[in-house]
């Protein structure tokens, strides 16, 4: 078949996607496989598994949740790769099943290693005399009074159970000859699942399961009777949160929603296998679960919560701890980063340098008595964070300050609730962005007076401003006292707060790109005009990084540059929709995915612009953003171009292309769907991304003194070759 034919035939079919929930699956698959990486310490692996876990949680509350309410409500109209929602819940229930089931059996190896290390997961049969004795005084005095012990009977209903809540079930048998009954024991949210029991006789360290405990004690439960079997079960709820658009008080109504959130409809009860059939029956009738809810677990349930047993005193089972650098240029202007910004754009990489330079930056601000006014967006935070302590300060100086708080962040909607009114009380003017926009871009602002004018310094990043996941996250932070890029990010607050939806005249940028104004636009754009030059036979390539990949535009955009001959490199960490290396569509495209000790979350892009990658003429850009329809059009998202030519140096040559030289943490994608670890000829030597990252400083911070060694550049023939 002609070439041409063959390519109007796969451009036509649905088939030139791959699906986005499957996809998000193959994801967690990865991340559940490092729980089983011989090169990780043996807690780090444990800490996988519980993330693993945890995000399957995440996924059946929101995403699994939607797709069954689309069955219940007779949707048939298939997805972008062709499937219905019914299709797509079968496809995802298999898939599910088969991760948890390996969950189960990682952790069944994991305890078998922990055990070698001296750290046990003991049941009540293993206690010591001396340990039943400690169990006992900590359940009086910690658990006892506030359990709440329930028969079920005409005068006790069946409790709620909340989202993510754990029960154990009892059957009962009266002591006495009377009649049976079944008892319930939800269990206190803000209790261990896991119990250390105290140092004595017994070498090593040594855990029980609050479950577990709560047997233990049953005649204090449940005086009279006796227990002829019992069973844990979890309940995962619908967690998704839909905001009404014509809503008269936005925060009212989230309030009302976050308290509904808990009673959302059951999509999943987990439950023991061992359960009893009788007992079985009984749960799901008294919960209102539908059969198909049901997962049945050989096992452990809620492995999220393994991670309480991942412990400080073992040191030895921990990756070696990393402190952040900070940039050694901002220390030679005394620490003054207005200074140091002043002189030259500096880009921050997380977190391998320290986010306490994104602190300071707002913080000396706030301190600092030239500065008139800050504006800052804040999509994820924490509770005590300390640039909304800045903030706060500021606005009790004098200072005029805008803080743009988006709600709408999902299970962050309580906290920026709380963060909000503590702002309001502050003096700061607190803005909720669009009702049915999020904004997801990262920015702040500080107009400062110098002499007689106004000076804008202007923070772009890629990750949240928050403390705890900079330290975890792979994220870029770019500080520039660049004119044109204070001016669009003033633009940018001002489209905002100025309007109660998207104006249909949006502002011109004179740099950045927005969404939903002309981000998916100019990245076509940019796109397209590789796919120029490669017709015109001169040199072209695109090289991009970031979380998700589903936009079908944006795809068949990819596509056409690849039939085009555009060499295409791509590092998606998780969901990717586009199908590398198929003959006629995607040859020319690689795309690889890195899961390891930091979670991968910035997002750049190179267009080589007319020369080989890399090159100090090629347009680079960093960007809030990843290539979804959500981002690109439903969200306040920027792309940055990052024209500093040390920084330009910085993305490109040093950051970009460690991604892609990585060989120790990658994962190649294979056209059906399926990844496979990188194997290196030389595992000993294998080129390690967060390794090189960890051992050499960045360009744009480096200091006068310290020198810089670039990782090797790839070959301009095999964008994905190390």
């Keep these: 078949m002609p070439e041409s034919r063959l390519n109007k035939q796969l451009m036509a079919s649905p088939e030139r996607f791959l699906n986005r929930e499957l996809s998000w699956l193959e994801f967690n698959q990865r991340v559940l496989e490092e729980a089983g990486n011989p090169d990780h310490p043996l807690l780090e692996r444990l800490r996988f598994l519980s993330i693993s876990a945890s995000n399957l949680d995440e996924f059946d509350m929101v995403r699994y949740a939607g797709l069954r309410e689309q069955v219940r409500a007779g949707v048939t109209r298939p997805s972008q790769d062709g499937l219905t929602p019914s299709q797509q819940v079968a496809d995802l229930e298999a898939a599910a099943l088969r991760l948890i089931a390996g969950q189960l059996e990682r952790w069944r190896e994991l305890k078998a290693a922990m055990e070698a290390e001296g750290i046990f997961v003991l049941s009540p049969g293993d ?61 206190p949210t803000f209790v261990r699942r896991f119990i250390r029991l105290p140092k004595g006789n017994k070498p090593g360290i040594r855990f029980i399961a609050l479950e577990d405990v709560i047997g233990m004690f049953l005649t204090t439960l449940f005086p009279g009777f006796s227990e002829a079997g019992r069973c844990l079960f979890r309940i995962v709820r619908d967690s998704d949160i839909e905001i ?110 320290s986010f306490d330079v994104v602190v300071e930056f707002v913080r000396q601000a706030a301190n600092d008595p030239h500065v008139v006014a800050i504006k800052q967006t804040l999509y994820r935070t924490t509770i005590n964070s300390p640039i909304v302590g800045a903030l706060i300060e500021a606005a009790e100086s004098g200072k005029t300050v805008t803080a743009l708080v988006e709600i709408k962040a999902r299970f962050d909607e309580e906290a920026n609730l709380r963060l909000a009114r503590d702002l309001e009380r502050a003096g700061v003017q607190v803005v909720y962005g669009f009702i049915e926009y999020k904004t997801h871009a990262k920015v702040s602002l500080v107009v ?17 401003y928050h403390p705890i996941n900079a330290r975890i996250y792979t994220d870029l932070s770019l500080f520039t006292a660049d004119p044109a890029l204070g001016r669009d990010a003033n633009r940018l607050f001002n489209y905002v707060t100025a309007n109660r939806e998207p104006p249909e005249v949006p502002p011109e940028f004179e740099t950045i790109c927005m969404a939903p104004v002309n981000l998916k636009e100019q990245l076509i754009q940019l796109i397209e005009k590789e796919m120029q030059a490669a017709k015109k036979g001169k040199p072209c390539g695109i090289w991009a990084k970031m979380n998700s990949l589903v936009d079908p535009d944006v795809i068949d955009t990819l596509y056409r540059a690849s039939q085009a001959g555009v060499p295409v490199a791509l590092v998606v960490r998780g969901i990717c929709c586009l199908r590398p290396g198929i003959p006629g569509l995607s040859e020319n495209i690689t795309v690889k995915s890195i899961v390891g000790r930091f979670l991968e979350h910035a997002r750049m892009i190179c267009f080589a612009n007319g020369e080989e990658l890399p090159s100090a003429n090629a347009k680079v850009f960093m960007s809030s953003a990843d290539w979804m329809p959500r981002n690109l059009t439903r969200r306040v998202e920027v792309l940055v171009p990052v024209e500093n030519p040390t920084v330009h140096r910085q993305v490109m040559s040093q950051i970009m292309v460690a991604n892609l030289n990585d060989e120790r943490q990658s994962w190649l994608m294979r056209s059906d769907g399926s990844y496979e670890r990188f194997r290196s000829a030389n595992s000993d030597a294998a080129f390690s991304a967060h390794g090189y990252f960890m051992a050499n400083p960045s360009l744009s911070g480096r200091g006068s003194a310290l020198e810089v060694s670039l990782p090797p550049r790839l070959s301009p023939r095999d964008p994905g070759s190390a």
Excluded at 167 to 183: I, P
Excluded at 448 to 464: D, Q
């Design 127 to 187: 206690l010591t005399k001396r340990e039943r004795t400690d169990i006992e005084a900590y359940f009086h005095s910690n658990v006892f009074p506030i359990l709440t012990p329930l028969a079920i009977d005409p005068a006790h209903p069946f409790p709620f159970i909340p989202n993510l809540g754990f029960t154990v079930a009892f059957d009962l048998e009266s002591e006495t000859g009377g009649e049976g009954q079944v008892g319930i024991v939800p269990m």
């Design 448 to 464: 400062r007076r110098e002499g007689n004018e106004l000076r804008t310094y202007t923070h772009y990043g890629t990750g949240n």
């Design 244 to 353: 009404e658009e014509e809503s008269e008080d936005l925060i009212r109504e989230f309030e009302v929603l976050l308290k509904q959130r808990r009673r959302g409809r059951i999509v999943r009860l987990r439950m023991q296998a061992s359960a009893s059939e009788k007992l079985r029956q009984f749960i799901m009738r008294e919960i209102g679960a539908e059969p198909s809810d049901i997962v049945l677990y050989d096992g452990i349930l809620g492995m999220a919560r393994l991670s309480e047993m991942i412990v400080d005193d073992r040191p030895d089972l921990l990756f070696p701890p990393y402190e952040p650098r900070y940039p050694e240029r901002i220390r030679e202007m005394g620490g003054d980063i207005f200074a140091a910004v002043r002189a030259k754009d500096i880009l921050v990489h997380h977190p391998f340098e």
